[in-house]
């Protein structure tokens, strides 16, 4: 493998890092919410160009992860916006973008053993979300986020199911960093807004979409 060939790879996971750093420091000391727009955007351009690096889309597993990294930049970009029909719009794009790595995991192979083990995860969460998040919503937003909390715990299920099936680990680890990083954003959007919700729940969520984009070349 040439030097061109690392380089290209790690531009992508530099450019997603470092715009990163540059949002979580912006969002600490409040500078502006222009430089949060462009940070966020151009962490999101680079997981997606960390995709095409790796050649993620040339395989079925990889159009699925593909559609879903494209779904979930449109909804870090809509998701700038406090108003409430533009975080439900992108909410909505990110409902899609786990279906879509769900139809990534589902193209490996399944284990009904694990997938059906994965409830040991997916039952607490989804007490967390009803017992903590529902109660701060109403209307459209209550349909949309427990049809979202169905969405990450079928991504869970089919992610565990998949690795049951390979015996790979890798996307499991994303999967299961992305439902995480979702809990911090529930919190800071409905609960209680801090820098610890945005420092966990940013730095969780571009570390799983790196991992979905890099992942046909790591064989863990």
């Known amino acids: 493998r040439s030097k061109q060939w690392y380089q290209r790879r790690v531009r992508g996971v530099y450019v997603t890092l470092t715009s990163?750093?540059?949002l979580l420091l912006n969002e600490f000391y409040g500078y502006s919410k222009y430089v949060k727009s462009i940070t966020k955007t151009v962490a999101s351009l680079g997981f997606l160009y960390l995709a095409l690096?790796?050649?993620?889309?040339?395989s079925e597993q990889g159009n699925y992860l593909f559609i879903g990294l494209i779904l979930s930049a449109i909804g870090d970009v809509l998701l700038l916006s406090l108003q409430p029909i533009y975080f439900q719009i992108g909410a909505f794009f990110f409902l899609l973008a786990h279906l879509m790595y769900c139809g990534a995991f589902?193209?490996?192979g399944i284990s009904i053993k694990w997938f059906f083990m994965s409830a040991v995860v997916i039952g607490p969460a989804a007490f967390i979300v009803h017992r903590y998040i529902l109660p701060y919503?109403?209307?459209l937003m209550r349909k949309l986020v427990i049809t979202y909390t169905i969405a990450i715990s079928w991504m869970i299920a089919f992610a565990s199911g998949s690795y049951g099936y390979s015996?790979?680990?890798w996307l499991l680890g994303a999967a299961f960093l992305f439902y995480i990083s979702d809990l911090f954003v529930a919190r800071?959007?409905?609960i209680k807004r801090c820098f610890l919700n945005s420092l966990c729940g940013l730095t969780l969520y571009y570390t799983a979409q790196l991992m979905f984009a890099i992942s046909p070349n790591i064989d863990l």
């Open 137 to 139: 919503t109403s209307g």
């Open 188 to 190: 800071q959007r409905f």
């Open 53 to 58: 690096s790796c050649a993620l889309v040339n």
């Open 167 to 169: 015996g790979k680990a």
């Open 106 to 108: 589902i193209t490996i």
């Open 20 to 22: 990163l750093s540059l």
